[in-house]
């Protein structure tokens, strides 16, 4: 729906190792922004981000998924840990790591990257007992890496959202990042809890799963994520009012805002479609479907 598949034939034939080497591109001709969760699994070198910067728009941004080295406690059983499968982690929340190994080769890119996200998957009472625990630990690390990025906290706890938590990231101006998720509250409930808005000149969100909704059943419901098969109204809602804050001018952001929105096809089916129906259309055109936008009023 989104690409075009003539691009990517050769000799006759669609190639799939065309596409993923090239499809950035075109995607970077619709949207202005793109969530790389890869840096997630591995740690992100400098010949690895060049090749991404180099398939975009001076203007786009790159959002970044802090490589789980750095935001694990425990290691699971999954065969990718290998040998630290099962144990736990000697480098969560290790600022130097993070430091050398993600900042570093982010640097020369630096005026590309929008969003740099710490997500946590959920923690359990074998990691902390208390939430409170949790927040000590991430305001530790938070004062310890350099200032200056934009930085983003996403959580998987729904009862660790509290005003202590909220007051960390206020701290060092750290955005929490507003998720639709199987066991967190609504994007709309976040955005309604005190203090949610931690950074006014930062925001981001991630519509990804209605909450409730387990991921594999979402795979099974929606696969092959061809058109909307739920309505969700209420992440439309919240999408729309994200967009909307992020619009507006206020004292308390002399220098702009920006607002980084992402949607998963497995919300409502699709994601192009679920964007269309956050969108307004600018004034001059009809609305276009996005699967990510950038709203930016730093201009």
């Not at 840096?39 to 180099?54: I, Q, R, T």
């Not at 570093?104 to 208390?130: A, N, V, W």
């Amino acid at each position: 729906m989104l690409y075009d598949e003539s691009r990517y034939v050769y000799r006759g034939k669609f190639a799939e190792s065309r596409f993923e080497r090239d499809c950035l591109r075109e995607y970077a001709e619709v949207f202005k922004t793109v969530c790389v969760d890869a840096a997630y699994y591995k740690f992100p070198d400098a010949k690895y981000l060049g090749g991404l910067v180099a398939q975009v728009p001076p203007d786009f941004q790159f959002a970044l998924k802090v490589t789980d080295y750095v935001t694990i406690k425990h290691f699971s059983n999954l065969p990718r840990f290998g040998v630290r499968a099962g144990k736990p982690n000697e480098h969560f929340l290790d600022a130097t790591l993070f430091t050398q190994a993600f900042l570093r080769p982010c640097e020369p890119f630096r005026s590309q990257i929008g969003l740099l996200m710490f997500e946590f998957s959920r923690f359990y009472p074998t990691d902390y007992k208390h939430g409170r625990d949790f927040v000590a630990d991430l305001d530790r690390f938070l004062a310890a890496i350099p200032a200056g990025w934009p930085y983003a906290v996403e959580m998987r706890n729904q009862t660790w959202l509290q005003s202590d938590y909220f007051a960390c990231l206020a701290r060092h101006g750290v955005a929490h990042v507003y998720n639709s998720w199987e066991a967190m509250p609504s994007v709309g409930d976040q955005m309604g809890i005190p203090g949610s808005q931690t950074n006014h000149r930062l925001t981001a969100a991630r519509f990804l799963l209605r909450p409730g909704r387990k991921y594999e059943e979402a795979v099974k419901a929606f696969a092959p994520y061809d058109r909307v098969q739920e309505t969700n109204y209420e992440a439309r809602f919240a999408g729309r009012a994200l967009i909307a804050r992020g619009r507006s001018s206020t004292k308390d952001s002399p220098g702009g805002k920006r607002t980084f929105i992402y949607v998963n096809n497995r919300l409502e089916g699709n994601a192009l479609e679920t964007i269309a129906a956050m969108l307004p259309p600018p004034p001059d055109r009809p609305a276009v479907g996005n699967a990510a936008t950038r709203i930016d009023t730093t201009g």
